[in-house]
């Protein structure tokens, strides 16, 4: 097993890939690593250069088509073979020269993953920095993960944190929040930021939209995976006992010798009875779900840190 997996998500980066490849053998020239391109479905010569400029150490996976940098990165995560996994992104944003100081952090502390914090970003403002800014607060501050740069891909994690992250769609902009949900102890120190000196950025204030409906789901993750009939089972009690409330009212009024027959209380009232009743099932199903799924799989809804048997 070689000490360190480096992963980098490309696409369309073939005037950043020849130093990128240097800087990286410069970096970890004392170190047993790989280093893993993922070309997600470039259109120009990326996988040509990557190929005509790699040294010993150096793979390529080649994907089919563009799956989005979540997909490229879990492919290539997959693939690492080494003790601890970095992340980056190939644009040469971030610096390889910071690898080994999160890398000895990581071996020498009580941390699963060290993640970089753009100190001095070289960005545009409007383009990058507001809808940055804007989705490490809602982040920050509806996951309660208490991190100040949730954009930097420059990370190390130790192997089994990495590998259990479950990225899909595009959850790489909530991989703190992944990793904590396996139990990680993270910490966040300053690494080095650099103009994009070649190429066009994939990012801009779209993803600050996304990162809003991606949000919803790694909300539900947190809280809620491993016990949905607390969210679907109250809101679904709530619903129906308010439309049993308002029926009842309904029926005294019309003991009294009231018309109810065209009040819109009463359509609510039916609409809440159902509706809850319906989010109690969802409830039951889904909990049927998370037990089908652990178990078939054997798999367990915890994990282990470690172990330790006296002697």
Known sequence: MKKLSVVITV???????????????QALLNI???????DDGSTDRTVAVIQETAYSSVKLLELAKNYGQSTAMSAGIHAAEGEYIVTMD????????????LLDMIENG????????????????????????????LIRNLTGVK?????????????SIAKNLGLYGELHRFIPVLAKLQGARMTQVDVQHHARQF?????GISRTLKVITDLMLVLFFQKYLQKPMHIFGLAGFGAFSLGILINLYLLVVK?????????????????????????ITIGIIMEILMRTYFESQSKHPYQIRNTFVGK
């Open 110 to 137: 009580p941390y699963d993953m060290v993640a970089g914090r753009r100190a001095n970003r070289q960005d545009g403002m409007v383009m990058r920095l507001i809808p940055s800014r804007i989705a490490n607060y």
């Open 147 to 159: 991190m100040k740069d949730y954009g930097c891909s420059l990370r190390v994690y130790t192997r």
């Open 11 to 25: 696409m369309n980066e073939e005037e950043n890939v020849p130093l990128l490849t240097e800087k990286l053998r």
């Open 255 to 279: 003991l009294l010798g009231n018309d109810i027959g065209d009040r819109p209380l009463l359509i609510l009232g039916l609409m809440l009875v159902l509706g809850g009743i319906q989010l």
């Open 32 to 38: 047993d690593h790989e280093v893993i391109y993922v």
């Open 199 to 203: 190429g066009e950025s994939k990012y």
């Open 90 to 101: 190939g644009d040469l944003q971030n610096d390889p020269a910071d690898i080994p100081k």
